[in-house]
């Protein structure tokens, strides 16, 4: 229901907004815009349902926000490394909003980034999922990912990264996040 609610809030911004042009390329912003975003829609109402659940209360207070920067180490095993947070304490939850990674292959070849993505979990469950991309992927195995995103993690939720190269054994991965940790009345 919310995501046909926005899908329709969309369609009206670009109905209004349709008549900026960006200069040379005879599209409109709006167009540009509503499409990006529409097409984001259209791509989680395939991949997972929206619940009630998943939005944010609008009854929930934030008392104060602390804004954080810190380190995280990845567990290598084979080409994949991962990292699963502990959960959000009650009363507060996080808001992730840049995430960048570096790790390496130990036998480099021809290396690919092969899997990247963070996923928020409520227990085992899957909920919101944000592909990871490289950033850069050089001939001798390391790879970074930075990524900026607007992902909540709510009280009692976890959150899981994971990325993979196609060859070798991936090694040496770390990430820094900034988050936001709102505490909640």
Same mark, same amino acid.
């Given at each position: 229901?919310?995501?046909?609610?926005?899908?329709?809030?969309?369609?009206?911004?670009?109905?209004?907004?349709?008549?900026?042009?960006?200069?040379?390329?005879?599209?409109?912003?709006?167009?540009?815009?509503?499409?990006?975003?529409?097409?984001?829609?259209?791509?989680?109402?395939?991949?997972?349902?929206?619940?009630?659940?998943?939005?944010?209360?609008?009854?929930?207070?934030?008392?104060?926000?602390?804004?954080?920067?810190?380190?995280?180490?990845?567990?290598?095993?084979?080409?994949?490394?991962?990292?699963?947070?502990?959960?959000?304490?009650?009363?507060?939850?996080?808001?992730?909003?840049?995430?960048?990674?570096?790790?390496?292959?130990?036998?480099?070849?021809? /290396?690919?980034?092969? $899997?990247? &993505?963070?996923? !928020?979990?409520? =227990?085992? *469950?899957?909920?919101? @999922?944000?592909? +990871?991309?490289?950033?850069?992927?050089?001939?001798?195995?390391?790879? /970074?990912?930075?990524? $900026?995103? &607007?992902?909540? !993690?709510?009280? =009692?939720? *976890?959150?899981?990264? @994971?990325?993979? +190269?196609?060859?070798?054994?991936?090694?040496?991965?770390?990430?820094? /996040?900034?988050?936001?940790?709102?505490?909640?009345?």
């Amino acid at each position: 229901m919310q995501l046909l609610f926005m899908e329709d809030k969309l369609k009206r911004w670009f109905q209004s907004n349709e008549s900026r042009a960006v200069e040379g390329w005879g599209l409109s912003t709006a167009t540009l815009v509503a499409g990006a975003l529409l097409l984001s829609l259209t791509a989680t109402a395939q991949s997972e349902p929206v619940s009630s659940d998943s939005a944010v209360s609008p009854s929930a207070v934030v008392k104060r926000t602390e804004h954080r920067q810190f380190k995280i180490p990845l567990t290598c095993s084979g080409n994949t490394c991962t990292y699963t947070s502990t959960a959000t304490p009650n009363k507060q939850r996080r808001i992730l909003e840049r995430l960048n990674c570096r790790y390496t292959a130990l036998l480099p070849g021809i /290396v690919n980034f092969t $899997t990247g &993505d963070l996923k !928020v979990m409520t =227990g085992s *469950t899957a909920g919101a @999922t944000v592909a +990871l991309l490289p950033a850069f992927v050089s001939s001798v195995g390391s790879v /970074v990912v930075d990524q $900026t995103m &607007d992902i909540e !993690v709510k009280a =009692g939720q *976890t959150w899981v990264i @994971t990325l993979g +190269l196609n060859v070798g054994i991936a090694q040496g991965a770390g990430c820094t /996040v900034i988050a936001s940790l709102e505490i909640l009345e």
